[in-house]
């Protein structure tokens, strides 16, 4: 019963340890991201006032255009950027949902497993009070 009940925390240890490192992961990786995205705003800000004050010049009206193709690029490569991390988020709540599962089956069956080990003790009780009950009949 100690070797489960063991094992049973051996198992549930290392299933926390999954969940806490993958979720540790996934918010390095949102810091990261969320870094890389104030930088991509600084960015259109900075190009919202490049194209103020080129305002009403043809060279840099195109050069304005070019860079605003840049930034809808980069718009577009945070928005997979993005979709890959709601994926991954996605995948860890699934990870974490079926963790969660696992412990609670593994808790019924612990449980399980106590109420026969209960079970099997009172019977046992039982069984000696008769033996008991029984030699005393047949020493009288």
């Not at 810091?31 to 010049?57: C, D, H, M, Y």
């Not at 945070?78 to 979709?83: F, P, V, Y």
């Not at 399980?112 to 009780?125: E, W």
Request: aromatic fraction near 2%.
């Amino acid at each position: 019963m100690a070797r489960l009940k063991s094992r049973l925390d051996t198992e549930l240890e290392n299933k926390a340890k999954e969940a806490a490192e993958t979720m540790e992961r996934l918010e390095s990786e949102v810091s990261a991201l969320r870094a890389e995205l104030r930088k991509a705003k600084e960015f259109e800000e900075k190009l919202a006032k490049a194209e103020q004050a080129v305002e009403g010049l043809r060279v840099d009206v195109a050069y304005a255009r070019r860079a605003e193709e840049d930034a809808s690029r980069s718009a577009q490569e945070w928005k997979i950027k993005e979709g890959s991390l709601e994926t991954r988020l996605e995948a860890a709540s699934h990870l974490n949902k079926r963790n969660e599962e696992s412990l609670a089956s593994l808790t019924n069956s612990l449980e399980d497993c106590t109420s026969t080990l209960q079970d099997k003790q009172s019977q046992l009780l039982q069984l000696e009070d008769k033996v008991a009950a029984l030699e005393k009949e047949a020493s009288e």
